[in-house]
């Protein structure tokens, strides 16, 4: 039994279907998954008059969102990643084939590449509409994590992004055959379940305070992915930053600085 646990990811196909060239992954489907649950959660709030949007202006702003999530990931990774990569080889930044003509899609997505994103949606989406950026951000924050945890099952599927090497029993072997910790299942747990849980829980006791739901989202997010990133292998071509750091513990620092100037804010009035 504990051999099939720790091989489980081998036994996984990354790809659903097959069509000639093209290929449908789980990776996709998941995230695909992720969208429609946040968008449902959403839409039950609205349904609920947990707030006075309309299910038109939400939806209007999720599809703004998403793409500037994926842009704004997709750019993250390029920035904070593997710059000096893409600088010699630019239009790998968008080329979704290898040198072979095969397609591969485009790898390499950052969280907080994809958070920019987001926050720049949803400031022109609030200048153009005026409304509050905080008070949108109060209202959509607490169902994200919802759709986390599916992106993170996606990753684990796709058997990207594992731990660090480990004795323990819960460790995987991600196809190089060595014992990781299967780091995505932790984070679909914390900055999925966990976060989600705690944020629907306080999303209406807390609505009256403006910007103290958008804060506890920075704060917990990024102390649970600073925590993660302890087991979480760094990226082969920039390692540890001052031989200990993570660029997603780094980037994650600014977040709870962020979340904790938000909460206090709120404190203070």
């Known amino acids: 039994m504990l051999d099939f646990y720790q091989n489980l990811p081998e036994k996984i196909n990354p790809v659903i279907f097959s069509v000639d060239f093209f290929s449908v992954y789980?990776?996709?489907?998941?995230?695909?998954?992720?969208?429609?649950?946040?968008?449902?959660?959403?839409?039950?709030?609205?349904?609920?008059?947990?707030?006075?949007?309309?299910?038109?202006?939400?939806f209007e702003f999720l599809l703004n969102s998403f793409l500037a999530i994926v842009i704004g990931g997709r750019i993250g990774y390029v920035v904070f990643y593997n710059l000096n990569y893409f600088l010699v080889n630019p239009l790998e930044i968008i080329w979704p084939f290898n040198p072979s003509g095969e397609f591969t899609g485009i790898y390499g997505m950052s969280y907080?590449?994809?958070?920019?994103?987001?926050?720049?949606?949803?400031y022109f989406f609030c200048k153009?509409?005026?409304?509050?950026?905080?008070?949108?951000?109060?209202f959509i924050l607490p169902a994200i994590p919802a759709g986390y945890f599916f992106g993170r099952i996606g990753n684990f599927l796709n058997g990207e992004l594992y731990g660090r090497i480990t004795t323990s029993k819960w460790g995987m072997?991600?196809?190089?055959?060595?014992?990781?910790?299967?780091?995505?299942?932790?984070?679909?747990?914390?900055?999925?379940?966990?976060?989600?849980?705690?944020?629907?829980?306080?999303?209406?006791?807390?609505?009256?305070?403006?910007?103290?739901?958008?804060?506890?989202?920075?704060?917990g997010y990024g102390i649970f992915r600073s925590s993660i990133e302890f087991f979480r292998e760094p990226d082969a071509q920039l390692g540890f930053i001052f031989n200990y750091l993570t660029m997603g513990q780094i980037l994650s620092l600014i977040m709870i600085s962020g979340g904790l100037y938000l909460i206090n804010k709120n404190v203070k009035h």
């Not at 489907?29 to 038109?56: H, P």
């Not at 907080?112 to 949803?122: P, Q």
Request: charged letters at 20%; aromatic letters at 18%.
């Open 128 to 138: 153009k509409r005026k409304i509050s950026f905080l008070k949108l951000t109060d």
């Open 26 to 58: 789980w990776y996709s489907l998941m995230y695909l998954i992720g969208f429609i649950t946040v968008a449902g959660l959403l839409y039950w709030r609205i349904y609920k008059k947990e707030a006075n949007f309309s299910w038109d202006d939400i």
């Open 173 to 219: 072997d991600f196809g190089d055959g060595l014992i990781r910790h299967p780091s995505q299942l932790y984070e679909a747990f914390l900055e999925g379940i966990f976060l989600f849980i705690i944020l629907w829980l306080v999303r209406n006791k807390l609505s009256k305070h403006r910007g103290m739901i958008s804060g506890l989202y920075l704060l």
């Open 112 to 122: 907080h590449g994809a958070a920019v994103g987001f926050i720049l949606a949803t």
